[in-house]
């Protein structure tokens, strides 16, 4: 069992940066690999990124590749996703996962989930 807490989202301008943490509880986080999901009003959950359970292997949605960066430290069971270059397209509730399988952009994979930071970039 793993409780995750989101934190660090907010209002901020295009072209800002926000940097979002999640905090795990339990002491296996290290072994499990951990993802960012989205969803904006109105559509799907969508998947952001990935990250295998050392941090050695990472995986990112196009709509962020190059924008964002997703890590971890699993010394203080922590799992972050450094945003930079926002654009209006971001907003949206943010969400932490983790998954007990493999890493992968299916949030079906992932068997735990945070409830949201909210994400506005203002255009």
């Known amino acids: 069992q793993v409780q995750l807490v989101e934190s660090g989202g907010g209002l901020v301008q295009a072209g800002a940066s926000l940097r979002l943490s999640c905090a795990a509880s339990?002491?296996?986080?290290?072994?499990?690999?951990m993802g960012w999901f989205r969803q904006a009003p109105g559509k799907e959950r969508e998947f952001v990124a990935t990250?295998?359970?050392?941090?050695?292997?990472?995986y990112y949605a196009n709509s962020v590749k190059g924008r964002f960066t997703i890590s971890r430290d699993n010394a203080k069971n922590t799992v972050y996703l450094q945003m930079n270059s926002l654009i209006h397209e971001d907003t949206a509730v943010y969400y932490c996962?983790?998954?007990?399988?493999?890493?992968?952009?299916?949030?079906?994979?992932?068997?735990?989930w945070g409830q949201g930071t909210q994400v506005t970039v203002s255009s």
């Open positions: 996962a983790a998954s007990s399988d493999s890493y992968g952009s299916n949030p079906a994979s992932f068997g735990y």
């Open positions: 339990g002491r296996t986080f290290s072994t499990y690999a």
């Open positions: 990250i295998n359970w050392s941090g050695g292997s990472t």
